[in-house]
Every structure is written in C-alpha cells, then in structure tokens.
RNA sequence: CGGAGCGUAGCUCAGCCUGGCUAGAGCACUUGGUUUGGGACCAAGACGUCGCAGGUUCAAAUCCUGUCGCUCCGACCA
C-alpha cells in the first residue's frame, strides 16, 4: 500500500537536497591510511569516507563522494551549455560492426570490453564515442546551414585499462565528459576548437584545479590541434616540459627543444675506416677508454618493425628516441622494436655493433640532429667492429630526417633560448582536432553552398569527469585532510555542536535551519561525539567552512567560524549567518 | 603481458623463517558506566572457513604445488 506525501512532507523532503545530519548518512571516515591506497588523493578519498573498492579498478561513490562529483559535473555541464555544446546521451553498449568500419575494432583491440548477449552475438562497451556520433550525424545533418554542432555527453565509459591504478586516476571504468564538433570548413573548425579549449579553461579555474594547456602529441594525425590539460602534481604519470620565459608547454612525447653541444655538421674527411672493438656493446662502452669516442660523436642505430617491415632509426649517442615523433615521421603507429634475430636478419649483425654506413636495402630514419654529421663513429654490422670518420650523407643513405629525440629539462626553448623546466602533471581534459577522418568512413556529409558533398570537419574534446575530482583533492589537501573549494564542496558548511544538549544544541540547530533556508548546503554533526573527534572529521573530509558552537563560545555570546585553511573567528552568534553568507559569497 | 611484493577480524598489523595446545593486538562495533573545546577511560561482549584448492605430516596460518585477488614498476590513456 503506498500513502501518498503530505505537502509538508514533500517540501521537507526537497530541503534534504541542501541539508543533512551526519547520523543520518553514510561518512565511514578512517584514521588509518588503507594499505591499497598509494597516493595521497587516493588515500583521502577512501579516509574522508568518499569513495569505496569494489574491485581493482572499480569504485562505489558514496553519498559525500557523489555530491562532490556532481558538482564538477555541473560545472562542466554549464559551461559546455555555455560554449553551445548540445547535450545528449548515447548508448555504452555499441556494435562492433561500427568499430570495425572505423577501423578501429583492431586498433582498440586492447581496451576495447567485448560482451556476448544470448544469442552469442558480440557487443562492446564504449570506451568513446567518435563511431556512434558520426553515425548519428551522418543520419541527421545534411547541410552546411545545420553547421557548426557540438555534441557532448557526460557517462560512463568502459576501458580494459593494462593496469588501473591510484584509484579514480586509471579506472576500468570512469565518468567521462565527451564532446563532438562538426563544422563546414577548417575556420570554423577551428573556432569551435577554442571555444572548448576556452571552456575547459573556465571548468578547471571554477573546480578549484590548477591545469594548464600543453601542446600534446597528434600522433598520426600530425597538425598543430591538440592541446592536453595537465594538473601539475607530483604523483602524475605524465611529463611535461616548459618555458618560464615564453609560456611554451608540451607533452614530454611532443615537446622540442634546442640541445646544447656541438654541429656535428662539417666537411667530410678521409673515407671511413673499420676497427676492431671486441665486448663494446654500448654507447657507454665506446664513450670510455681505449676507445673515448664521445656518446655525441656516435650514432646510435634502432631496427623497428613498422607494419612489419625493418626500418633503421638513427640518433646521436647522447639521445633518446621519443616514439610518439617516431610515429609520426614513419606515418604509422603501428611499429615495435626489432627482436634480436629479427635484427639479425635485418643487418646481419647483434645489438652492439649495429650501423647504417652503405645500407642501401632499408629506410633509414635519422633525426635532424645528424644532417650532414661527419667524423661520426657507428657499428660496422659485424660483431665486435665500429666504423670511424663516417659521414652522414657521403656514407649513411638517410632517407628522411625529422626530430625524432626526446627533450629533455634544461635544454634551451625552442622559441626564446630559456631553459626548459620539466614537471610531473595529471592529464585531466583533452582537446583533438580530427579532421574528417570519421566523418569519410561514415559517411557524414553536408552539401555546401555550391551543392556539393563535402565531409564534417570533426573535433574531440574529453575531460576525466571522475579523474578531475580526484586531482583536484591531490593538489588541495594539507596532513589533515582534503581543502574543497566551495565549488566542488559535498556541503559548504559544517555545523559542530560542541555538547549533545542544551543551548549549544539549539544554537546549533537554528543555525542549521537558518543557513538552511538561505539555500547554503549544509551538515550537522549531531553525532555524540567528543569535540576532537568531530574537528578531525570535519578537517579530514574538508569542508570549505566549519561552524563550532560550544559552551565556552557561546557564554560570549559567540561561535566560531573556520575556514578549512584560514583562521579561527570568533562571530557574534547572531552575525553567523550573515557571515557565512558572505563567505559563501565570496566563493 | 613482463618484473617485484602482499593476502590473518570492518581498518592497520603481529604470528609464518624454526609446524604443536582455545589464532592475537590496536582501532572500529555492541551493552553499561564515567567523560565531553582537538581522534577519552573502565567493564563486559560480538566479530576469523588465516584468499581458494590440492599435497606433505600424527599435526599446517606456518612447509610444498597450483590457482585467484590486490598493490607497485614498465607499455596504454580522460
């Protein structure tokens, strides 16, 4: 039998939005650090009672930890309405037919969770979705007076991550807010490219995260369109190098730089000479005496597998290969390191004494640094032998040089010779222009002007809603507990009556009532707690501002005011509420 | 998937090396009492298939094999 709420009962019900005693929902704070729990942001979320293990890689959001993600679902909702992003929902089980016509199915193959339904038919589960908004755009745009759109939705996505790790940060399966931006032409592509890079600016400022844009890796795709946003944090698995004289940033995998050391670049000398180096398998080994050939006077020799086909990569011997610029100078991502016999076969030679003086059977990749490099020593393709006074150009057949190093901190910028900085960052949000590579294959095409077909112009654009709430508390905390910001706060204020009875308790509860009914998200800690107790609670979970109320405050006729990082002031009592309006204000 | 480590009460851990009696501590939980301005105290209590399976043994948390799970390091990404 079901009775049917009162009036009164309802409008109760919907102040339960703003307001909440601590006895009555589930905060199972910790004093001890669960030994699951690696990284600080990590550990606060299970201790502040945020968040809960199901298993590796899968969390239970529990109610303070569902309150603060919504918030920064909210912003990020507001401010994608804002930039003209149309939100809509889209399935998380797909058809793999769609991945297969993206080409994609293979491609993915590794993170892509494939299900069967009764009939044995396979499904996957959405790790994103490029495949199913070309489908519908393909379906539902036809002109170039229906353009531009921008697509987003906020869900679930599904990822066989190798290793889900720290949490929220790498999860099997998180909340991503993905959107999609379909233009007619490259100009407006690339407004709408800054309309999102220009939003997510504004949702990271508003969540309270420090993040800033940083040139990223285009992979295959090349162009200069795609910027990652980085949280700076320690515990971040991303590098990223930058310039505190012109503001560069990049992705350690993309960023450039302009190596110190000598131009390798001359006039080339006598003709290379073979010698003997028996047990020298390393640059190291050759840089040290008898032989003392400096590590930048020798070229290191890499065999890939590029589509299973052997090419040679050279670098300076005091480089690094960065393989994401590999990709792009090879064209595909589909490469690997040769395995020993493979390289065997390849050069007829062991890892050790590789070289690429006379190879004529091969491409040969060779970073910029070695254009026209003479005086250089390499392997000889006979174990135990190097050449000497080899010239790039005169004995090396490069078929194409790019940058392919890895730049590293303290080399100078590229664009104003200061020093490059590395840090460690959180990759929060991602901004991708694509191109019409999806639109092609699905066939999304608007008649233009003219009359004639011509494919979107698409962009992606991905912030890691539940990765965000995660990175904004591991750049706010202090050792006692997370610091939200108001705008990401499970409630903005804690109330914390310091006796369970009396004229503390029904200060406290007016309070509540009051701060209530001014539409300030509230908790009370009616616990029968002892005052310790409750500060470490309220400190440990984070609340932007605490409310005591205790005798000894309340015989001046005062509570205390606390912000969760400020200091301790005592307000008159009948001022509370005015002040923490004011603070509430003030954000 | 490769490498390393760990699985004992809700949480943090001891016990294992060197097998043996009823498997322990602190925190948390229940009841009663004393407390109440910075993670209280006393008393009584409840809570364990020692991850799982197999083996060795008179006897296994402890030794062996397998397996599952978790955490960390690498490749992947929001």
């Not at 109610?63 to 912003?75: D, F, N, S, T």
């Not at 930039?83 to 058809?95: H, K, N, R, S, V």
């Not at 037919?97 to 994609?104: A, H, K, N, T």
Request: aromatic share 6%; with cysteine; hydrophobic share 40%.
């Amino acid at each position: 039998m079901l009775s049917h709420p009162s009036p009164r009962q309802l409008s109760r019900r919907r102040k339960t939005n703003y307001q909440m005693r601590w006895t009555q929902t589930l905060i199972p704070t910790l004093k001890e650090t669960p030994a699951e729990a690696e990284i600080v942001s990590h550990q606060l979320l299970l201790r502040a009672g945020l968040l809960r293990k199901l298993t590796g890689g899968l969390y239970t959001f529990l109610p303070l930890g569902l309150r603060a993600l919504r918030k920064v679902e909210r912003i990020v909702r507001e401010e994608m309405d804002r930039a003209g992003a149309l939100e809509l929902l889209m399935p998380a089980l797909q058809p793999p037919e769609i991945w297969r016509q993206s080409g994609r199915y293979e491609a993915a193959r590794d993170v892509l969770f494939k299900v069967r339904d009764r009939a044995k038919k396979e499904w996957v589960l959405g790790p994103t979705h490029e495949e199913v908004v070309t489908t519908l755009v393909a379906g539902e745009i036809n002109s170039y007076r229906q353009l531009p759109r921008n697509f987003y939705q906020i869900q679930t996505k599904f990822r066989d991550e190798i290793r889900p790790r720290f949490g929220l940060m790498r999860a099997k399966e998180f909340i991503m807010k993905d959107a999609y931006s379909f233009d007619a032409t490259d100009e407006q592509a690339q407004e709408s490219y800054k309309k999102m890079y220009d939003a997510y600016t504004r949702i990271f400022e508003r969540c309270g995260l420090r993040a800033i844009a940083v040139e990223a890796d285009t992979g295959v795709m090349g162009g200069k369109f795609s910027h990652e946003f980085m949280a700076p944090a320690e515990t971040g698995e991303n590098e990223v190098i930058y310039c505190e004289g012109c503001g560069y940033a990049a992705n350690a995998e993309k960023a450039v730089s302009r190596p110190a050391g000598e131009d390798l670049a001359g006039t080339p000398g006598p003709a290379p000479e073979k010698f003997p180096t028996p047990g020298v398998l390393t640059i190291e080994d050759l840089s040290r005496p008898p032989h003392g050939v400096p590590a930048g006077r020798q070229i290191k020799t890499l065999v890939f597998l590029a589509d299973d086909q052997p090419v040679l990569v050279l670098l300076r011997g005091d480089d690094q290969l960065n393989e994401a610029k590999l990709a792009g100078a090879l064209g595909t991502a589909n490469f690997r390191p040769g395995e020993p016999e493979e390289i065997f076969r390849a050069l007829g030679a062991h890892p050790g004494s590789l070289g690429a003086v006379g190879i004529s059977s091969l491409p040969i990749h060779a970073d910029e640094r070695l254009r026209g490099a003479v005086q250089m020593t390499t392997g000889a393709n006979v174990d135990g032998y190097h050449w000497r006074q080899v010239a790039v150009g005169r004995d090396v057949a490069v078929q194409a040089f790019a940058d392919l190093r890895l730049a590293r901190a303290g080399e100078a910028c590229c664009s104003c010779g200061q020093p490059l900085k590395a840090r460690r960052a959180i990759e929060v949000g991602h901004v991708f222009k694509l191109g019409a590579k999806y639109s092609q294959v699905f066939d999304a095409m608007y008649l233009d002007e003219a009359g004639r077909r011509q494919p979107c112009i698409m962009g992606c654009y991905g912030i890691g809603v539940t990765r965000t709430l995660q990175a904004v508390i591991e750049q706010r905390h202090d050792a006692n507990g997370i610091i939200w910001p108001l705008s990401v706060a499970p409630y903005a204020v804690c109330i914390t009556p310091l006796a369970a009875a009396g004229a503390v308790r029904e200060t406290a509860e007016r309070l509540y009532q009051e701060l209530t009914r001014a539409g300030i998200e509230v908790i009370l800690d009616d616990r029968n707690e002892r005052p310790g107790v409750k500060f470490k609670d309220s400190e440990l979970v984070g609340f932007p501002i605490r409310v005591a109320v205790g005798e000894k405050s309340l015989a001046q006729g005062e509570v205390e005011i606390k912000e969760r990082a400020g200091a301790l002031a005592a307000v008159k009592t009948e001022q509370a509420v005015g002040r923490v309006l004011e603070l509430c204000a003030r954000g």
